[in-house]
T-cell receptor, first 110, second 114 residues
Framework: SQQGEEDPQALSIQEGENATMNCSYKTSINNLQWYRQNSGRGLVHLILIRSNEREKHSGRLRVTLDTSKKSSSLLITASRAADTASYFC??????????FGKGTRLSVIA | EAQVTQNPRYLITVTGKKLTVTCSQNMNHEYMSWYRQDPGLGLRQIYYSMNVEVTDKGDVPEGYKVSRKEKRNFPLILESPSPNQTSLYFCASNPWGAPGDEQFFGPGTRLTVL
């Protein structure tokens, strides 16, 4: 039951640039979350945005949510080589488990 | 240190040989779950548990068993592993018992079934 779908699948940028990745989903949600995964390691929770919120910030991260378009974006400002990772969105609907997308692979080149 | 631990981290086995991957969390979390991650398919949930003695199937439960006899442990059992269960497995937990809340992930177990 795939819900979130990230775009692009892969993104390569220079250090210092901003990185934007998007997530689209199909059904109404309670919240949407973004996770980071360094190669072969466990996922780390970055940020959660609830369906009644439009924007949220955490350090260099900015997440927006547009429930009318069923989409979210994750912006990483002033990217660093250490931001190189895969980023996943995950959606929560009702009392059902989180459903993860397939991820965006971000490469930040020093 | 608050964490989710998994053992083993790497395992190579043969078809049909029963195995167990352990998962333990020291945060007194209510909710625990298992995922598998495959290239091109993302993370898919295998089983989850909202509390002790309560388990439910996720999206891909076939070929797996779980148990939740204690709050801290949630082992994943493959009774008769097959090559299509070769994957990267993650255990996760959250404190609130609600399956849609923030998840804390373990480091992963890379399983190869020959």
């Amino acid at each position: 039951s795939q819900q979130g779908e990230e775009d692009p699948q892969a993104l390569s940028i220079q250090e210092g640039e901003n990185a934007t990745m998007n997530c689209s989903y199909k059904t109404s949600i309670n919240n949407l979350q973004w996770y980071r995964q360094n190669s072969g390691r466990g996922l780390v929770h970055l940020i959660l945005i609830r369906s009644n919120e439009r924007e949220k910030h955490s350090g260099r991260l900015r997440v927006t949510l547009d429930t009318s378009k069923k989409s979210s974006s994750l912006l990483i400002t002033a990217s660093r080589a250490a931001d190189t990772a895969s980023y996943f969105c995950a959606t929560s609907s009702g009392n059902t488990p989180l459903v993860f997308g397939k991820g965006t692979r971000l490469s930040v080149i020093a | 240190e608050a964490q989710v631990t998994q053992n083993p981290r790497y395992l190579i086995t043969v078809t049909g040989k029963k195995l167990t991957v352990t998962c333990s969390q020291n945060m007194n979390h209510e909710y625990m779950s298992w995922y598998r991650q495959d290239p091109g398919l993302g993370l898919r949930q295998i089983y989850y548990s909202m509390n002790v003695e309560v388990t439910d199937k996720g999206d891909v439960p076939e070929g797996y068993k779980v148990s939740r006899k204690e709050k801290r442990n949630f082992p994943l059992i493959l009774e008769s592993p097959s090559p299509n269960q070769t994957s990267l497995y993650f255990c996760a937990s959250n404190p609130w018992g609600a399956p849609g809340d923030e998840q804390f992930f373990g480091p992963g177990t890379r399983l190869t079934v020959l």
